[in-house]
């Protein structure tokens, strides 16, 4: 039987690469679905997968996870065309307007912090958040609530008797407890929006594993690395491309001496791609998975302990539950 896969944010980097890595290995026993917010960039994406497997059932889906009427439609189509769903890659994910500190930047650079900077961004990112149609905090609604919501309105094809289903969130090394608040989830008193609803999908992911497993589905959390996507290139937007260039040697220099610079988007999926290979159920709910690279080349996944613990998990939970009854309410409302 087919294996449905479902990617959120799959047009380009590390989604698309996953994509084509899942049909590499197994072209004709997926039905891959591609959900995208831009149709003319998941065109050019399905085409691109198509060239190289011809024969891939390969669809697209609209949907902006920053929208909620937008995922209450696009869950409703994938009701209509699949009786399951056996993988859902919570993928997609926006870092807006990144604010970067050249000063911090560049001492970084000649500091014993070069990799942890380069890592995960610390000390030299914030970001300046928007909020949504909704009212909802844009890199929250995005990168979280919308997935959330995605989850909850496909219970009916992710949990059934008898078999298991994966959810699987591409978190971040840049998921600091430290930017994240229970009295603001939505981050909208803050400075870090990213990094605060990274770790929040930590936390989710804990406490999915707790309402969930039990009726079959299952839910882990990958890091994929220092990528050069377009989200990280956007981190530099008044820096000329040249740049870049020049930056490269050194990024390929560190990878000498740290596993986590995975550089390109298909090693930055080896995580999500080594996920989809393993029993969920022999998973560990409190782990990372990171895909990592070493100085070599050779691409490999391993669990780190996430700093997360359950009672902060259930908290945030029921804060999304309270939240959905509210948004749910305010779309019935102006429906009427």
């Avoid at 669809?59 to 769903?85: F, G, P, W």
């Avoid at 919501?149 to 430290?178: D, F, K, M, Y």
């Avoid at 490269?248 to 080594?274: K, Q, S």
Wanted: some cysteine; proline content about 4%; overall charge neutral.
């Amino acid at each position: 039987m087919n294996k449905v896969v479902l990617v959120t944010g799959a047009n380009s980097g590390i989604g698309l690469a996953l994509c084509e890595r899942l049909l590499s290995q197994d072209t004709e026993g997926l039905q891959l679905c591609l959900a995208c917010r831009n149709m003319r960039r998941a065109q050019a994406a399905r085409s691109a997968l198509l060239t190289s497997h011809p024969t891939a059932q390969v669809a697209l889906l609209q949907m902006d996870t920053s929208s909620i009427s937008s995922i209450i439609s696009a869950a409703h189509e994938v009701k209509l065309r699949y009786n399951r769903l056996d993988y859902l890659y919570l993928n997609a994910g926006i870092m807006p307007n990144p604010q970067f500190d050249v000063k911090a930047f560049f001492r970084g650079l000649f500091s014993s912090n070069i990799i942890t900077m380069f890592a995960t961004g610390e000390g030299i990112l914030t970001q300046k958040d928007s909020v949504t149609s909704d009212g909802l905090q844009d890199v929250f609604a995005t990168n979280l609530f919308g997935h959330f919501l995605l989850i909850r309105e496909l219970e009916p094809v992710l949990c059934n008797a008898g078999r298991t289903s994966q959810l699987i969130w591409t978190s971040s090394s840049n998921a600091h407890r430290s930017a994240f608040y229970l009295e603001d989830i939505q981050h909208q008193r803050g400075t870090q929006p990213y990094s605060s609803s990274k770790y929040a999908s930590d936390l989710l992911s804990l406490a999915l594993n707790t309402h969930y497993n039990k009726q079959g589905l299952y839910s882990s959390v990958i890091c994929p690395g220092f990528v050069m996507t377009s989200l990280t290139y956007g981190i530099l937007p008044s820096f000329p491309a040249f740049l870049w260039t020049l930056l490269m040697p050194i990024f390929w220099l560190i990878r000498m001496f740290t596993n986590t610079f995975t550089l390109t988007p298909y090693n930055g999926a080896e995580a999500l791609f080594w996920l989809f290979k393993q029993k969920p159920e022999s998973l560990d709910p409190q782990v990372k998975y990171h895909s990592l690279t070493s100085g070599l080349g050779t691409n490999y996944t391993q669990p780190r302990k996430m700093d997360i613990d359950l009672e902060t998990s259930e908290v945030l939970y029921e804060k999304l539950l309270h939240l959905e009854s509210e948004v749910r309410k305010k779309l019935k409302e102006k429906q009427q």
